[in-house]
């Protein structure tokens, strides 16, 4: 695995990287939590638009997260998703950005489950829709129904299309979808 380097002052954050960052716009918040963070984008995105918010990103990849926080200076963890080091309620917002869509279909209640545990506020995720799963066997991406997921758990979701300006590659242009939790 390559991990890229970049520089976060001089490059342009792809635009699938903001879909969080825009919709937190308007909403009151003091901390965040990403799963799945990788190199911490998405992260960069909120603290250019909102500088002052605490952010901390957790991947269970330990050479992305040294990159991330090296390139970054952002507060980037090595954790998993089935067990977040973290209190109950610890986060405003918990979001994971094409994070949950990586894990076995029999993986996602655990991980959802430890996502709703940190979350206070709001829980959002850039996420596949659908059963099933999408692309060749070394690639798969999976797809949940994650309206019904939150039923499960007595949560109500919603959920808005990502249009094919923000995101148009496969899956993501056919199945991509952002869904978001008040709590």
């Not at 997260?65 to 952002?74: A, D, F």
């Not at 489950?113 to 979350?119: F, Q, S, T």
């Not at 999408?134 to 939150?150: D, H, K, L």
């Given at each position: 695995?390559?991990?890229?380097?970049?520089?976060?002052?001089?490059?342009?954050?792809?635009?699938?990287?903001?879909?969080?960052?825009?919709?937190?716009?308007?909403?009151?918040?003091?901390?965040?939590?990403?799963?799945?963070?990788?190199?911490?984008?998405?992260?960069?995105?909120?603290?250019?638009?909102?500088p002052d918010?605490?952010?901390?990103?957790?991947?269970?990849?330990?050479?992305?997260?040294?990159?991330?926080?090296?390139?970054?200076?952002?507060?980037?963890?090595?954790?998993?998703?089935?067990?977040?080091?973290?209190?109950?309620?610890?986060?405003d917002?918990?979001?994971?950005?094409?994070?949950?869509?990586?894990?076995?279909?029999?993986?996602?209640?655990?991980?959802?489950?430890?996502?709703?545990?940190?979350?206070?506020?709001?829980?959002?995720?850039?996420e596949?829709?659908?059963?099933?799963?999408?692309?060749?066997?070394?690639?798969?991406?999976?797809?949940?129904?994650?309206?019904?997921?939150?039923?499960?758990f007595?949560?109500?979701?919603?959920?808005?299309?990502?249009?094919?300006?923000?995101?148009?590659?496969?899956p993501?242009?056919?199945?991509?979808?952002?869904?978001?939790?008040i709590?």
């Amino acid at each position: 695995f390559i991990i890229p380097r970049f520089n976060p002052k001089q490059m342009e954050l792809r635009q699938e990287k903001k879909i969080v960052a825009n919709k937190l716009v308007g909403k009151d918040f003091e901390n965040v939590l990403e799963v799945g963070c990788q190199l911490g984008e998405s992260l960069l995105a909120i603290q250019k638009k909102f500088p002052d918010k605490k952010l901390v990103g957790v991947d269970l990849y330990k050479p992305l997260i040294t990159e991330g926080k090296l390139v970054t200076g952002l507060d980037l963890r090595v954790g998993n998703a089935f067990d977040l080091r973290f209190q109950d309620k610890e986060f405003d917002v918990v979001f994971t950005n094409a994070f949950l869509c990586m894990l076995e279909p029999s993986q996602i209640g655990e991980a959802l489950k430890e996502i709703i545990r940190v979350a206070k506020k709001y829980i959002i995720l850039v996420e596949l829709d659908a059963m099933g799963t999408e692309g060749p066997p070394t690639q798969i991406r999976t797809r949940a129904n994650w309206v019904e997921m939150f039923k499960g758990f007595g949560l109500q979701a919603t959920k808005e299309k990502i249009s094919a300006n923000i995101w148009a590659v496969s899956p993501w242009l056919q199945y991509g979808y952002v869904y978001e939790v008040i709590l």
